[in-house]
């Protein structure tokens, strides 16, 4: 049996925080783990902007509502799960995620929690685990399942390098020439050739 990991923002869906800065028109809530492979320094500094700027968890949930799937991520994710196991793994939120899950039909998600105050005010993030990416695939191949990988940024790398087969999904130029070892793909129908490719390999 074959699971495909695949991470949501950039390969599913788009980029929640850079949607969102464009909506409150703060530049430097842009900043993804494309631009800051240190996890936790990239949150520290977002959770100082959110203060520094009064925003709050019901703010950004407003503006994950209005956003939907990446186009044709809808129709890809189904046609996989109808052959494969299929199972989403990402550095983002259940608080943010849930509105895009109803859209894609409720496909497996792992991610991390955020910790909010009466008010609504984000005062810290709880990981579900410390790199739980690779981990997650870890304990797949340790129940015997061949596994694909699927992700864009610095943050899936250790999942892709854990995996069977690892493919990247329209990553930045440098990133894709720091992990020339990934396939990339950039559109749904090279990456389910990838995908196709790997697992007759297995």
């Known amino acids: 049996m074959i699971?495909?990991?695949?991470?949501?923002?950039?390969?599913?869906?788009?980029?929640?925080?850079?949607?969102?800065?464009?909506?409150?028109?703060?530049?430097?809530?842009?900043?993804?783990?494309?631009?800051?492979?240190?996890?936790?320094?990239?949150?520290?500094?977002?959770?100082?902007?959110?203060?520094?700027?009064?925003?709050?968890?019901?703010?950004?949930?407003?503006?994950?509502?209005?956003?939907?799937?990446?186009?044709?991520?809808?129709?890809?994710?189904?046609?996989?799960?109808?052959?494969?196991?299929?199972?989403?793994?990402?550095?983002?939120?259940?608080?943010?995620?849930?509105?895009?899950?109803r859209q894609l039909d409720w496909p497996t998600l792992f991610c991390h929690r955020l910790d909010t105050d009466a008010a609504g005010r984000i005062v810290g993030y709880r990981l579900r685990m410390l790199d739980q990416k690779r981990a997650a695939v870890a304990a797949l191949r340790g129940l015997n399942f061949s596994t694909i990988a699927v992700g864009d940024s610095y943050n899936d790398t250790s999942m892709l390098q854990e995996a069977q087969a690892g493919i990247f999904f329209r990553p930045p130029p440098d990133i894709a020439g720091q992990f020339p070892q990934f396939p990339v793909a950039s559109n749904y129908v090279e990456l389910n050739a990838e995908i196709e490719e790997a697992a007759a390999r297995f």
């Not at 695949?6 to 703060?26: K, Q, R, T």
Request: proline share 6%.
């Open 3 to 101: 699971v495909v990991c695949l991470d949501l923002e950039g390969v599913l869906a788009p980029e929640m925080w850079v949607e969102f800065a464009m909506h409150v028109g703060i530049d430097e809530l842009k900043l993804t783990t494309r631009d800051e492979p240190d996890y936790d320094k990239l949150m520290r500094h977002r959770l100082q902007l959110l203060e520094r700027n009064r925003l709050r968890l019901p703010d950004i949930q407003r503006v994950i509502e209005g956003l939907g799937p990446l186009p044709g991520a809808r129709e890809f994710l189904a046609s996989l799960r109808a052959r494969y196991q299929a199972v989403i793994l990402s550095d983002t939120y259940y608080e943010f995620a849930l509105p895009l899950m």
